[in-house]
């Protein structure tokens, strides 16, 4: 490859993967595309990328993929908005609703997008995901263009449903696409990005709104609403289309042997890439899995406050007594708190290595914010502590892109990940669908029910975090058991979640573990077979040189995981996988 990159970077000729009896069923994890690539442009090797080229190679992608789906999350976080402020603009009065058909509008949505997961799995798995999810933007745009010609509650929810079809591909389509693109170390920031255009949303899309309130036109001002985003929509589909990738295999911002690199990379995750092979084998482990229903009570019980807050946040604070214009505009502080938790708590949970104690400690602002809610009077006096407990509760946001990230680094093989991701979005759907059935208009102005529903919920989260916690690490100490009985070596090294600073760290202290090794073998022969522990993101021992083979070895090594990280295995069947809490 001439004076390339990849041919700077250190080489390593890898052993193939060998077969494992200890492998559950369905463990012929076939061909990731990037095996093939690798095989094919790789010569069989295994590349070692220095820490200059893979942040080389990760500034361009973040150059050119972040953007696109910065924007795109801006859109739809919008799109799904202007229902809440169109509500204050006349919406209710000049289209008739009564009774609960306002909430059914916000209900509908996400109803639509839970009848779209099963399919979408499907699909996701076997079209190329930048076209795909460019003709749903396309299509979305078109449909809340359209909900300016409604003039009804039935014209209002064929186009939301419309809506919520086109719409529901986008999160699936985005973790899907961070696992693709990024580190396990860098999904969490990078979800936390796209994710946080929900804050963004609340933020300029409440001055967008103002301004569009504000122009005079023989159209009502929600009718103007509606077509304006629609038209932006449907616009920038064909920027998707034209500049995002099918992977990063099929990337003309990259060089071949940036490519190279961008796959590389990727090596740690133990995910894989993309295979475009639906595997039936994958559908039954996921359906199987109890993570995957960890990860639906996780999101469910977060949607819920979710659905009811996004759907009647304007209205709450309408109720402290506000006009329509004031409702709009302080609307943008909890934009504000939003924005902050979602990053703030992914650089955290980066920085500890650890998503579910983050997740916990995101619950208590909202906890305190209900509260305040339920307690003080809606009058006059009272309005600076309202709004106060109503921007506490704008925290809770930050925890559904860290139960994204938490769901996808745990899931490995590419069925497995999307329909994982489906059952993930389904809690997601059905959550969202019953939170604004928890606040009508007869509740106002306390909204009690929803309330305390939410604060509720807020502790079942707590909950659930501790529970899933110890059922990773518990898996964790099963793949080290396995490993011992397959006769691995003594250390294996796991670097997805580390800075390169910290990998350098981590290979010395292992190399340092196997000198010892070497030294003290006659004296620590009949410990060495226990397994110590299996840490995620850390080095990860496993004694397996107490095997009688391995105890008469002349050489003790450390193993490098992810020799079978393209081989499109599951988390389960893949004995080097480490779970991650």
Request: with cysteine; proline share 5%.
């Amino acid at each position: 490859m001439g004076s390339s990159p990849a041919e700077r970077a250190e080489v390593e000729h890898a052993a193939p993967p060998q077969a494992s009896p200890e492998q559950p069923t369905g463990g012929d994890g076939g061909k990731d595309i990037a095996a093939t690539f690798l095989a094919k442009n790789a010569a069989g090797q295994r590349i070692t990328i220095t820490p200059a080229d893979s942040a080389r190679v990760l500034r361009r992608i973040d150059l050119v993929i972040l953007p696109i789906m910065l924007t795109v999350y801006f859109l739809q976080a919008l799109d799904k908005a202007t229902l809440a402020y169109s509500s204050v603009f006349g919406l209710i009065d000049d289209t008739g609703l009564v009774g609960d058909q306002y909430s059914w509008l916000g209900s509908i949505v996400y109803l639509a997008q839970l009848v779209m997961q099963a399919p979408l799995a499907w699909l996701l798995v076997r079209l190329p995901i930048g076209k795909f999810t460019s003709a749903m933007v396309f299509f979305w745009g078109v449909s809340l263009a359209c909900m300016a010609a409604a003039h009804n509650f039935g014209g209002l929810l064929t186009t939301r449903f419309f809506l919520g079809v086109f719409e529901a591909s986008v999160a699936p389509s985005f973790v899907a696409i961070t696992q693709m693109w990024w580190r396990r170390r860098e999904q969490t920031v990078r979800t936390s990005y796209w994710y946080a255009m929900n804050g963004i949303t609340n933020m300029f899309g409440s001055l967008i709104t103002y301004g569009l309130g504000h122009i005079s036109s023989p159209l009502r001002s929600y009718q103007i609403i509606f077509m304006f985003f629609g038209v932006i929509t449907v616009a920038f589909s064909f920027v998707m289309l034209t500049f995002m990738p099918d992977s990063p295999i099929e990337a003309k911002f990259l060089s071949d042997d940036d490519k190279i690199i961008a796959v590389e990379r990727l090596r740690m995750n133990q995910m894989g890439v993309v295979s475009r092979e639906w595997r039936v084998d994958h559908l039954k482990e996921a359906l199987r899995d109890p993570k995957s229903y960890f990860w639906f009570a996780l999101l469910f019980s977060i949607s819920i406050p979710s659905g009811g807050i996004s759907t009647f946040g304007p209205l709450i604070i309408r109720t402290f007594g506000f006009d329509q214009f004031q409702t709009i505009l302080f609307n943008i502080p909890f934009g504000f708190v939003q924005l902050v938790a979602t990053v703030g708590g992914a650089f955290l949970a980066q920085r500890i290595k650890m998503k579910g104690p983050v997740i916990a400690l995101l619950c208590l602002p909202p906890i305190a914010g209900c509260v305040m809610l339920m307690v003080l009077p809606r009058d006059a006096s009272h309005r600076a502590a309202l709004l106060v407990g109503y921007y506490l509760i704008s925290v809770y946001p930050g925890i559904t892109p860290l139960i994204y990230s938490w769901a996808s680094q745990n899931t490995a093989g590419d069925t497995k990940r999307k329909c994982s991701n489906a059952v993930l979005f389904i809690g997601q759907s059905v959550g969202n669908v019953v939170g604004p059935q928890l606040y009508t208009q007869a509740d106002a102005p306390s909204y009690s029910r929803g309330l305390r529903s939410n604060l509720a919920l807020y502790i079942v989260i707590i909950a659930l975090t501790a529970i899933t916690t110890a059922y990773l690490k518990m898996l964790n100490r099963s793949h080290a058991k396995r490993r011992v009985a397959m006769g691995k070596p003594a250390v294996i090294v796991d670097t997805s979640l580390d800075s390169p600073e910290e990998v350098e760290a981590a290979e010395a202290a292992a190399l340092a573990t196997v000198a010892a090794a070497h030294r003290n073998r006659e004296a620590d022969a009949a410990a060495a077979g226990n397994v110590k522990r299996a840490e995620e993101g850390d080095a990860i021992v496993a004694a397996a040189a107490a095997a009688p083979a391995a105890a008469g070895s002349s050489d003790e090594e450390i193993e490098r995981p992810g020799e079978r990280a393209f081989e499109n295995l599951t988390d389960l069947q893949n004995e080097e996988f480490v779970f991650v809490y």
